[in-house]
């Protein structure tokens, strides 16, 4: 039995670390000499010491068959508990229904506080005051805030309301004010973290020198918090943490993790005016049809200069894009034909059709496209067009109603974010920060079908697309995407960011519950009788696996190719 599919599981720091992480949070083991031994010489001594050798081998090749067997049954239990997940026939899977995993109906998003969850320290029995500086367009900056808080209660700091970035590619020069619910931020996480609007005045005044300013690196662990910037707080009193998107780790203790869900998908609400005006496009979307696919094309020309990608314009793209590449002066020459083979390109319009079409999704569906500026402009839309005409866009639903949002690029982000989570599929044409975190929203909301490109398999294939006929062509498809179409089973272990794949938000519901809502509902259940469930493992088993998720945790945090496309 191979290990098919994989679960990731939360990180438990060393005791010592953990013991010191948890007093800043609040969160209240002679040997004698060997005697000497006479040599055995006699054939009979010697045939008795090698059955003893032997009896003991057989009985450490016992324990260790048990053991790898274990750890086998774990990972296959898991998620690749086909008995649970996939109805096996005679030929194969049977299809997926594109429009709805049915799966879903056995989890639930949990974010629920532990029964020995501290209360944060009150504002002036904090640490200090904790300055954060977001970075990158809205999602890139919603993964910043996220973060903050989870930092904030690790250094048992008073948060400031976290500062939006002004100065990237998009120059919004919208504050947090005016696009989440600052009185609501504040208070739904008033359990977890003290959070205040600005340092008081008389703080400011009493200190010495203005506050320190530091940068941290990427995805670092509690730990360095804890021994790097934890003195510098408590020495300084204010401080602020600059270009703050992916600082913290992926890997988590759960109540971390289930902290960072509590920010990201309750806390962090958009203000009312952007909330009503996306819940209108949504009901224009359901006046038109009972079900509508939204579909992210994040094809603008600063993403495309970023992916060092080409699509076929020749020296007109090559010139235009090479000027806009500029700006990263520390972006690598690439090969466009090696990162499309790494599947590192975003799809085409064209090919997001193709892909869609190719699953099952008829000619009358209707799309919602969320985007920006296309390159290339209507005629890079057209064939996308051509195979769902029933084409639409927040411009097209919303005219003068848009106008006030126009010079500001992330609440027209926010807008799209919103009618993106209310559709029925989400599909995208990348692996950038709206996907993941939208992603990750729809899994902890109920495993709403989401659809994710296997840009490294699907791109071969686009290329070859013109030597097979079209029945051949969506049969690959559908091969290319299983594991890409937002099931419960498409979560392995170490596979991408917490924000995208939030495993210790999300919980089986009781078997009881779900037989007693589908009585028609089939559960695995092991030899003994007990269900089994591919989601969590209990302590025994989540213990044997912190070496081995510690290792993970370390490649993972060297890696940053999940970073490949800028917000």
């Known amino acids: 039995m191979g290990v098919a599919k994989s679960w990731r599981f939360s990180l438990t720091p060393a005791a010592a670390k953990l013991a010191l992480l948890q007093h800043h949070h609040g969160y209240n083991g002679g040997g004698g000499a060997a005697t000497k031994q006479q040599s055995l010489r006699s054939p009979r001594r010697w045939s008795v010491v090698c059955g003893l050798m032997l009896f003991g081998l057989g009985l ?12 086998e049954w774990w990972y296959s239990q898991r998620v690749a508990n086909h008995g649970f997940y996939l109805k096996l026939t005679g030929n194969g899977r049977e299809p997926i229904d594109v429009w709805k995993s049915k799966y879903s109906k056995f989890y639930y998003g949990c974010s629920e506080r532990g029964r020995h969850y501290a209360p944060p320290k009150k504002e002036k029995a904090s640490n200090g005051y904790l300055l954060i500086a977001t970075s990158g367009g809205l999602n890139q900056q919603r993964t910043g805030i996220t973060d903050a808080v989870v930092v ?4 048992n700091a008073t948060l400031v309301v976290p500062e939006l970035d002004h100065n990237s590619y998009w120059k919004d020069d919208s504050d947090f004010v005016n696009i989440f619910d600052v009185e609501w931020f504040i208070s739904s996480l008033a359990k977890d973290v003290t959070i205040i609007r600005k340092v008081p005045e008389k ?4 200190m010495e020198k203005p506050p320190y300013t530091m940068r941290v690196p990427r995805k670092s662990e509690p730990e360095y918090y804890i021994d790097q910037v934890l003195p510098i707080l408590l020495r300084r009193r204010v401080l602020q943490l600059t270009k703050f998107d992916y600082r913290l780790s992926s890997n988590l203790d759960d109540e971390l993790q ?28 359901r006046q038109m049809t009972t079900r509508f696919v939204a579909v992210h094309l994040r094809f603008e020309p600063d993403m495309l200069a970023f992916s060092g990608c080409y699509y076929g314009g020749g020296d007109k793209e090559r010139y235009e894009l090479a000027e806009i590449r500029k700006r990263w002066a520390t972006l690598p020459d690439l090969s466009p034909i090696d990162e499309r083979k790494r599947g590192k390109c ?55 109603e848009l106008k006030p949002f126009l010079p ?32 990750g929203r729809r899994r902890y909301m109920g495993h709403k079908r989401t659809i994710r490109p296997n840009a490294k398999r699907l791109s071969a294939l686009f290329m070859a697309r013109d030597k097979m006929d079209w029945d051949t062509f969506a049969k690959k498809v559908k091969s290319c995407q299983r594991g890409f179409m937002g099931e419960p089973e498409d979560m392995k272990l170490g596979r991408g960011e917490f924000h995208e794949f939030p ?23 092991d030899s003994t009788g007990k269900t089994r469930y591919p989601y969590n493992v209990n302590p025994r088993e989540k213990a044997l696996h912190i ?20 917000d």
Not at 60 to 71: E, M
Not at 152 to 155: E, K, N, Q, T
Not at 381 to 399: I, Q, S, V
Not at 547 to 557: A, D, F, I, Y
């Open 258 to 285: 289930k902290l960072r869900c509590r920010v990201n998908y309750h806390a962090l609400k958009f203000t009312k005016s952007i909330n009503e005006l996306g819940q209108k496009l949504v009901m224009r979307m």
């Open 408 to 439: 500001f690029s992330s609440r027209l982000a926010a807008v799209d974010y919103i009618v993106s989570d209310e559709s029925d599929v989400f599909v995208t044409n990348n692996n950038g920060n709206m996907a993941k975190i939208l992603a």
């Open 152 to 155: 904030a209660r690790i250094l």
């Open 60 to 71: 450490v090749s016992l324990f260790t068959g048990h053991v790898a067997s274990d750890l």
């Open 346 to 400: 975003p799809l085409t319009p064209h090919e997001v059709g193709l892909m869609l079409r190719a699953l099952g999704f008829a000619n009358d569906t209707y799309l919602y496209v969320a985007s920006g500026e296309i390159y290339g402009g209507d005629e890079t839309l057209r064939p996308l067009r051509e195979l769902f005409p029933n084409f639409y866009t927040k411009e097209m639903l919303a005219n003068e």
């Open 503 to 525: 495993y210790a938000c999300i919980c089986e519901k009781s078997l009881s519950s779900v037989e007693k809502n589908d009585p028609h509902a089939q559960v695995a259940r």
């Open 203 to 206: 703080v400011m005044r009493s």
């Open 547 to 566: 070496s081995m998720k510690r290792n993970l945790g370390k490649s993972e945090r060297d890696n940053e190719d999940d970073e490949a496309f800028p």
